[in-house]
T-cell receptor, first 110, second 112 residues
Framework: RKEVEQDPGPFNVPEGATVAFNCTYSNSASQSFFWYRQDCRKEPKLLMSVYSSGNEDGRFTAQLNRASQYISLLIRDSKLSDSATYLCVPSRSNDYKLSFGAGTTVTVRA | DAGITQSPRHKVTETGTPVTLRCHQTENHRYMYWYRQDPGHGLRLIHYSYGVKDTDKGEVSDGYSVSRSKTEDFLLTLESATSSQTSVYFC???????????FGPGTRLTVT
């Protein structure tokens, strides 16, 4: 089983809509999580870090479900600029390597 | 901006030639990483470094070597480039304490 699994999408949503997608992880020792966004042909950029049950930053909300071993990302009031691939990354304190999910692609249309 | 640069940004080379990619950081981070990204595979770790002259292999290290003679520079060498090494290569650093990684702009390598 892969360490990180993400629905590749694409999720096609109109501007202003809410979109949410999940990331499942296999290692129960994962303690913190990162969401990165990656635009086409660009480097991944850190969107949000989650160190407890969740985090919220403006229109973006991450929610962690440790019992079922998944983390979700919700985007409210979608903007055209939110179109990107979102990468989920679990992290363990005693491991300096990260395993990246293959990403979920979101396309926001006018 | 984590102060990470990569050079070259684009390179086309022929099969069998050696290629060296450079990653440079300005903020004295201890951990540095090299990844490759290919369609359908996501980011895969090639090698990483935890200090000057301290390196270790990642999941796709065959055909690659690295060196770190200074804190600020991490070099990735393809000893004899093959077409399967055509990819986008990203360098990253690990922020002290948080575990977050920050990426350089990438090098697009084509092996013909």
């Amino acid at each position: 089983r892969k360490e990180v699994e993400q629905d590749p999408g694409p999720f096609n949503v109109p501007e202003g809509a809410t979109v949410a997608f999940n990331c499942t992880y296999s290692n129960s020792a994962s303690q913190s999580f990162f969401w990165y966004r990656q635009d086409c042909r660009k480097e991944p950029k850190l969107l949000m870090s989650v160190y407890s049950s969740g985090n919220e930053d403006g229109r973006f909300t991450a929610q962690l479900n440790r019992a079922s071993q998944y983390i979700s990302l919700l985007i409210r009031d979608s903007k055209l600029s939110d179109s990107a691939t979102y990468l989920c990354v679990p992290s363990r304190s005693n491991d300096y390597k990260l395993s990246f999910g293959a990403g979920t692609t979101v396309t926001v249309r006018a | 901006d984590a102060g990470i640069t990569q050079s070259p940004r684009h390179k086309v080379t022929e099969t069998g030639t050696p290629v060296t990619l450079r990653c440079h950081q300005t903020e004295n981070h201890r951990y540095m990483y090299w990844y490759r990204q290919d369609p359908g595979h996501g980011l895969r770790l090639i090698h990483y470094s935890y200090g000057v002259k301290d390196t270790d292999k990642g999941e796709v290290s065959d055909g690659y070597s690295v060196s770190r003679s200074k804190t600020e520079d991490f070099l990735l060498t393809l000893e004899s480039a093959t077409s399967s090494q055509t990819s986008v290569y990203f360098c990253a650093i690990r922020a002290t304490g948080s575990g977050e990684q920050y990426f350089g702009p990438g090098t697009r390598l084509t092996v013909t």
